[in-house]
């Protein structure tokens, strides 16, 4: 699932990409991921717009046509977007004027596309918690210090911090030496504020390696990601842990598989 990092990379790919070329034509092979407004509209909207802007907020991605014109891309599971030649497997694809083509591709269908007036309006935006980036130390403490949930549960909850999923909550968790399983307001100020520093921290060296590859995510350009093999504890079950050799371990926390290091994670 792509998170904050990946998100970001695909922001910046898109602008250096697609800014000013215009739109001529819209091809929509899958109806399901475009959630507003009708398909007939949606295409009508587009063709003649050449983007302004490309934004991103936690892992909601935006491409601003005029200041009441934005299409709002949650990739959600398995959704990504590629920039180039004709790709049947696309679900929706735009074509420009000089003849390339962004393609929006999701084996799962499960992303959305929304062309609307206003983004920020959104619900899903407007209960958007902030970026770790934002946050002060002291922000951590208070986030934490009220809530019982597991620390690695809380992480992902996009209400209180918007921008973290299952790879990069795993990876803070080790760096800032913390249990996933502990209550959040089991962490002393120190370790709140520590693991505050890793998550800001893992986030920054995911958007300066393009991301992680676990999964169907690849950069504008089909490429994959340089953060996959940097990753500390996910998608590492058994091995030894990078600091202390102990196999990793993998249990199910709040229903996503979470990978840690039982001896330095208390
Ligand atoms: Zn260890």
Known sequence: MPELPEVETIKR?????ILNKKIVAVCIRKPKVIKEPSIAKFKKSLIGESAKEVIRQG???II???????????????????????EERARV????????????MDQRLLGELRLIKDWRS????????????????????QIFKSRKTKIKALLLDQTLIAGLGNIYAQEALFL??????RPANSLSSQEAKLLGLKLTAVLREGIKYKGSSVDSYRDLNGDKG??????KVYGRKGQPCLICKTPITKIQLAGRGTSFCSHCQK
């Not at 735009?94 to 083509?101: A, E, R, T, V």
């Not at 340089?226 to 990753?231: I, P, S, V, Y």
């Open 59 to 61: 892992k909601l991605l």
């Open 93 to 104: 694809s735009f074509q420009f004027s000089n003849g390339k083509f962004l393609h929006y």
């Open 226 to 231: 340089g953060m996959e093999e940097r990753l």
């Open 13 to 17: 790919d898109l602008t250096k990409t």
């Open 64 to 86: 601003k046509f005029r200041p009441d014109k934005f299409l709002a891309v949650h990739l959600r599971i398995a959704g990504w977007l590629i920039y180039g030649h004709k």
């Open 122 to 141: 959104l619900n899903f935006v407007k209960n958007l918690g902030p970026e770790p980036f934002t946050l002060r130390p002291e922000q951590f403490v």
């Open 176 to 181: 800032a030496k913390i249990d996933p399983r």
